[in-house]
């Protein structure tokens, strides 16, 4: 069985600062993971992915995750947010494929200027 | 190519209509994804096809849901009678089995009064 949690329903940033989205995984196999971002009445959009490969994995728009198999973790950053960057990212896992992945309840990131 | 196409965008109906919801995947796609969004359940896979057959639908909620993909290029998800419960922005998602990715659609921002 696969579940995904994320650690916080909402982060609050300032303009300029770094971004940490947490997310804590449980799997049963070698998991895939991803992170997409939604924005405010828009559709989901993959932000990058992990398939067993490096483990630190590089997206779009400046955003990386780390893949740390002791912590379970797989951990959303950016050096410094943007305006643009408010949004709502979901943490997700698939055990053994994409085709049925399990989504996070969500993290909403506000940027203040 | 467009993306995920959805129609319609907005529906609004009453209790005790049908509601038919409409997507278009991706040419090329093999894999297509229903999924609904509340704000109290999160995002939530209700049914997805392979090669235009069902494979899982066991978050089909009830018996009054019912999904069709009828060829590679257009899939229904039918809500028969539609009761206020139901409110919620439906996604569709296809996938390339190669590309382990989810593509997702706009969505269908349904409100049953």
């Known amino acids: 069985a696969q579940s995904v949690t994320q650690l916080d329903s909402h982060v609050s940033v300032s303009e300029g600062t770094p971004v940490l989205l947490r997310c804590n995984y449980s799997?049963?196999?070698?998991?895939?993971l991803f992170w997409y971002v939604q924005h405010p009445n828009k559709g989901l959009q993959l932000l990058l992915k992990?398939?067993?490969?490096?483990?630190l994995v590089k997206g779009i728009n400046g955003f990386e995750a780390e893949f740390k198999k002791s912590e379970t973790s797989f951990h959303l950053t950016k050096p410094s947010a943007h305006m643009s960057d408010a949004a709502e990212y979901f943490c997700?896992?698939?055990?053994?494929?994409?085709?049925?992945?399990?989504f996070g309840t969500g993290t909403k990131l506000q940027v203040i200027p | 190519d467009a993306g995920v196409i959805q129609s319609p965008r907005h529906e609004v109906t009453e209790m005790g209509q049908e509601v038919t919801l409409r997507c278009k995947p991706i040419?090329?796609?093999?894999?297509l994804f229903w999924y609904r969004q509340t704000m109290m359940r999160g995002l939530e896979l209700l049914i997805y096809?392979?090669?235009?057959?069902?494979?899982?639908d066991s978050g089909m909620p009830e018996d009054r849901f019912s999904a069709k993909m009828p060829n590679a290029s257009f899939s229904t998800l039918k809500i028969q009678p539609s009761e206020p419960r139901d409110s919620a922005v439906y996604f569709c998602?296809?996938?390339?089995?190669?590309?382990?990715?989810?593509?997702f659609g706009p969505g269908t921002r349904l409100t049953v009064l």
């Open positions: 998602a296809s996938s390339l089995l190669a590309i382990n990715e989810q593509f």
């Open positions: 799997s049963s196999y070698s998991p895939s």
């Open positions: 992990y398939t067993s490969a490096a483990t």
């Open positions: 997700v896992v698939s055990d053994g494929g994409y085709q049925k992945v399990t």
């Open positions: 040419s090329g796609h093999d894999y």
């Open positions: 096809f392979n090669n235009n057959v069902p494979i899982d």
